[in-house]
């Protein structure tokens, strides 16, 4: 915990910006992820507990839990099987067939650790982005394919695959996007500010995507999400959250995005606001069920909550 906090202090002095990343909270009460597998049938749960608990995606029964060796900071579902890729700190990055219980080490690196980690369309590929500034392209496999070497890059914070291509966007101090050789694509400031990203989510059609960061409560800058075409033109921008855009999910027609900030936001392609849902804690983790019917948050205050899709709460898992 405390490799991540200096790690987390080095980017807020590198980039100019104030971030807590949560650390005045009870760490281990964290849960940063949320997801729902691909064909509803599981929902992974990972935070600074170093747990990743398994859900029924149908019935929402608590199933069992992996034990981490450290703290878990995003999960990704396989587009097709039921494999779990971690991104978690120092070496405890892997990949989970939940059906079986095998796990898979990224081997040939040292300590593989990261703040983000995704699955490219097909599921042949998994990256991994860490707090150094470097990213890694993997086989399901656990094997090496390709280090993409720093572009003067801080600290990678999110990443996304674009939907059928294999071109990836990182956040890190600028929006760079790469193909799966390593050539960058397209680098640009996501606002005049120097503010941190969290997260970013293509939409399905491949023509946009959306970003969500932190914003800066000492300054102050508003938290902002932004709707952005591949060149760098920016369609929209939503300044309505009081607190930072921790994930962002589209749910399976691309016509619903949900964010988790103070409040659980539901909008529609174009970034208007459909629906509201309260809550009491901050929420990190946000994904949608498959079938689109309901929503899973996490908190920084460990609550796990299942929203139907017009943000009201079905139940509460923990």
Not at 38 to 59: F, L, V
Not at 104 to 132: P, Q, S
Not at 184 to 209: P, Q, T
Not at 224 to 242: A, C, N, P, R, Y
Request: net charge positive; glycine share 8%.
């Amino acid at each position: 915990m405390k490799s991540i906090l200096l790690k987390l202090l080095i980017l807020s002095f590198f980039i100019g910006i104030n971030v807590s990343e949560g650390y005045s909270q009870e760490s281990n009460k964290i849960l940063w992820t949320a997801n729902w597998s691909n064909d509803n049938k599981y929902i992974a749960i990972g935070g600074d507990d170093k747990k990743i608990r398994i859900y029924n995606g149908e019935t929402f029964e608590f199933l069992k839990v992996y034990e981490n060796e450290s703290e878990v900071k995003r999960l990704r579902w396989h587009p097709k099987q039921n494999i779990l890729g971690v991104a978690a700190v120092d070496d405890g990055s892997k990949i989970i067939d939940v059906e079986t219980d095998k796990i898979t080490e990224f081997k040939g690196v040292k300590n593989v650790g990261g703040r983000a980690i995704a699955w490219n369309y097909n599921g042949e590929l998994i990256a991994i982005a860490d707090y150094e500034g470097v990213l890694t392209i993997w086989t399901k496999e656990g094997k090496n394919l390709k280090t993409i070497k720093k572009d003067n890059t801080k600290s990678y914070v999110a990443i996304d695959w674009h939907p059928y291509k294999n071109e990836i966007i990182a956040l890190s101090d600028y929006v760079r996007i790469y193909n799966s050789k390593g050539d960058l694509l397209k680098k640009f400031n996501h606002r005049d500010e120097k503010v941190l990203m969290l997260c970013v989510k293509w939409h399905k059609s491949g023509k946009y995507f959306v970003i969500g960061d932190y914003g800066d409560t000492i300054v102050p800058y508003k938290p902002v999400l932004q709707f952005w075409k591949f060149d760098g033109t920016l369609i929209k921008e939503i300044d309505t959250s009081k607190a930072e855009y921790r994930n962002i999910s589209w749910n399976k027609k691309g016509n619903r995005l949900t964010s988790a900030s103070d409040a659980l936001r539901i909008w529609s392609k174009k970034g208007k606001l459909l629906s509201t849902g309260l809550s009491q804690d901050k929420l990190w983790g946000v994904d949608w069920s498959s079938d689109g019917k309901y929503i899973v948050t996490s908190s920084n205050n460990g609550k796990i909550i299942i929203w139907d899709k017009n943000a009201r709460i079905i139940k509460v898992l923990n």
